[in-house]
């Protein structure tokens, strides 16, 4: 079981507000609390396979250009750089 | 005109001259234009679409080399890239993005001289499976305008079914194609992980999500894949098809082939009226020759709960990305500091995407991760084991697409837990990359039930001949828009 304040706490550092509690943090305790079913699925053992790409597989580690010049379709960029509001006000 | 053609004869009267792309497609935004108020299907509709025909008919009538679609109206679920056209995955935060290239889906298509009549609404971000979570409104499933056409690829299905297209393109990453198909008695198709790009949709679950389409019939589909299956250098997990045919030798029937009914997607949860269709079908399918046996696969019943921890995990990051700078809403950066300003972009997107997002930043995180995300990978493992066994065994597995039948619109957005188990059928396949298929197979009460056939890795070819010899035992009603 989790708490409602370790939600809180996620949405915090994931930059997201919370400000309706029925939706957001009560609505999620409910899904999180279904995926508990996952502690009875006896797969302790169970070794996590992961798929992998041989690295001759992957394509040419080359520049590939862009007809468009897509910084340019920003609202807010200076040269090559993207803006953004400074980091505390 | 007939706008109720397949693909496959759509072709063979343009080609003939019996029909031009022009007449047909002036005919299917008329449609779109006397149904789509009350359907919702569309977020967004080419106004280039009759010019664009039109040159394919002077193509044709001047003899130049004609791409294979002929001008076939096509929608396209909006998670995919059209260049110059916008692209809003059905979310406020994309509201104003104009997609600065092609997906590979689209570029194929093009070359074939598809049309894309129409960008089709869907779940935000593809999180739901009823249309429902759309910020821009719920699509109405054309059966019954008071129920959920199913989803995420909701607009998808309902294009198909209600003639404003021939064929639509849609994403699903737990059932987000097949469950539509089911809803509004559409084919509906995943295929193998891998077998087509990705490149050009926007990104939800990357690990286990595809591109599939929806068509009429299962004729068309095969002649679908045809045109967008195999490798892309833009997308490296794709597979090399061999440029499979999957149109010829689609008729060549089940006799002999095995097949597995899947014991945990047949009891619990089951509408009456599912399990009786289902039966049938399974019956069917012996008298054309097949053999049938119950198989159990043990973790079924903890797939769903698996599929949405690994799900949210994945969403949870690539989402992240909608920081209002690089991408999505913009506003000005006076006045805010980055947190808060990162924290106002968020609330662009809607209340299932959010709880998405907190959940995929809570279940890998430390101190629960062991707990949730890499239980839910080691029971990716072990269903796959399971499933690869089966298929030892077996050339097919059997089970209703969806357990229930179409619902009314309202009925479940407030109860997450009871929407989860509406996928339980459909995310096995995408956990284990398995291809599927959802079939029309009967009506009941006039709403929709699809029968979904699972076959190997690569063995897509042999599950659209299975399906095939399915859908030629099935005479359905027309849809009643």
């Given amino acids: 079981m989790v708490s409602e304040e370790e939600i809180e706490h996620v949405s915090k550092l994931m930059r997201i507000e919370v400000d309706d509690h029925k939706e957001y943090v009560e609505k999620v305790h409910m899904m999180i609390d279904y995926f508990d079913i996952l502690d009875s699925a006896g797969v302790d053992s169970e070794e996590i396979s992961m798929p992998e790409i041989a690295l001759s597989n992957l394509r040419e580690d080359e520049h590939i250009p862009f007809d468009d010049k897509l910084i340019e379709k920003l609202n807010h960029y200076k040269g090559t750089y993207v803006r953004a509001p400074k980091m505390s006000s | ?481």
């Fill in chain 2, 1 to 481: 005109m007939n706008l109720k053609i397949s693909a496959l004869d759509y072709i063979q009267e343009v080609k003939t001259g019996n029909i031009s792309a022009e007449d047909f497609v002036a005919a299917t935004i008329e449609r779109i234009q006397s149904v789509d108020d009350k359907l919702h299907a569309f977020l967004s509709v080419n106004d280039k679409a009759i010019d664009q025909a039109r040159e394919i008919d002077k193509k044709i009538k001047s003899g130049q080399k004609v791409g294979d679609c002929f001008g076939m109206p096509i929608s396209i679920k909006d998670n995919m890239c059209i260049k110059d056209s916008k692209t809003t995955c059905a979310s406020k935060m994309l509201e104003d993005f104009v997609a600065p290239y092609d997906a590979t889906v689209i570029t194929e298509l093009k070359q074939q001289d598809a049309i894309f009549i129409g960008k089709a609404n869907m779940d935000e971000f593809a999180m739901g499976l009823t249309t429902e979570f759309s910020a821009y409104g719920p699509s109405k499933n054309p059966w019954n305008l008071d129920y959920v056409p199913g989803g995420s690829s909701g607009g998808s299905a309902v294009s198909v079914s209600a003639f404003e297209c021939i064929a639509s393109l849609g994403s699903d990453t737990g059932g987000s194609v097949r469950n539509p198909a089911s809803f509004c008695s559409t084919v509906g198709y995943k295929p193998t992980y891998g077998l087509i790009s990705r490149y050009g949709l926007i990104s939800y679950a990357n690990s286990i999500e595809q591109i599939g389409p929806f068509t009429r019939t299962v004729k068309d589909t095969a002649f679908m894949l045809n045109l967008i299956a195999g490798l892309d250098p833009n997308d490296n997990t794709t597979v090399d098809n061999k440029n499979e045919d999957y149109l010829s030798g689609i008729d060549v029937g089940i006799e002999g082939k095995k097949i597995g009914i899947i014991k945990e997607m047949m009891g619990e949860g089951i509408a009456p009226e599912v399990l009786s269709a289902t039966k049938d079908a399974i019956a069917k399918l012996e008298g054309l020759g097949a053999i049938c046996e119950e198989i159990s696969l043990d973790m079924v019943k903890y797939s769903v709960a698996a599929y949405y921890t690994i799900t949210a995990t994945e969403a949870g990051s690539n989402l992240a990305r909608y920081d209002n700078l690089r991408y999505g809403y913009d506003f000005p950066l006076e006045g805010y500091e980055f947190n808060s300003y990162i924290s106002k972009a968020r609330r662009k997107f809607g209340p299932e995407v959010t709880r998405r997002m907190i959940i995929g930043g809570f279940v890998p995180s430390a101190g629960h991760a062991g707990k949730y995300f890499l239980k839910a990978l080691k029971v990716k493992s072990k269903l796959t084991k399971e499933i690869n066994e089966a298929f030892q065994k077996f050339d097919f597995l059997i089970a209703p697409t969806v357990p229930i039948l179409p619902f009314k619109i309202g009925e479940k957005i407030d109860d997450p837990i009871s929407l989860f188990l509406v996928d339980i059928n459909t995310v096995t396949a995408n956990l284990t990359g398995k291809p599927a298929i959802s079939i029309p197979y009967s009506i009941s009460n006039g709403l929709p039930i699809g029968i979904q056939l699972i076959a190997d890795s690569m063995n897509d070819k042999s599950l659209l001949q299975a399906a095939y010899a399915l859908e030629q035992t099935v005479q359905l009603p027309e849809v009643p828009i």
